[in-house]
């Protein structure tokens, strides 16, 4: 049987995974608020550039629908 070494994204997964462990609880929180935001912003930059005359209103409607629908699918997989 082939002995298989872990490749260089397994090793920085690792070595990712061992940074968040020793990080404190708040700097974990205050680095998911960043990443929501700007996955929010790429969000409503795409639903902007498809729904160009869409008020404001109506953009973080869309939004809003995005998100619902990404949960329904977490919730009920293939």
């Known amino acids: 049987m082939p002995t298989t070494h872990p490749s260089s994204d397994d090793s920085l997964f690792i070595q ?3 940074q968040a462990r020793q990080m404190a609880p708040e ?3 205050l680095l998911g608020l960043r990443l929501y935001e700007y996955a929010r912003g790429i969000a409503m930059a795409a ?3 498809e729904h ?3 008020s404001p209103e109506e953009q973080r409607r869309l939004f809003q629908r995005r998100l619902q629908i990404a949960r329904w699918l977490e ?3 293939a």
Do not use: W
């Open 16 to 18: 990712k995974v061992m």
């Open 47 to 49: 639903i902007r550039a």
């Open 52 to 54: 160009p005359d869409a």
């Open 27 to 29: 700097k974990k929180l």
């Open 75 to 77: 919730e009920n997989p």
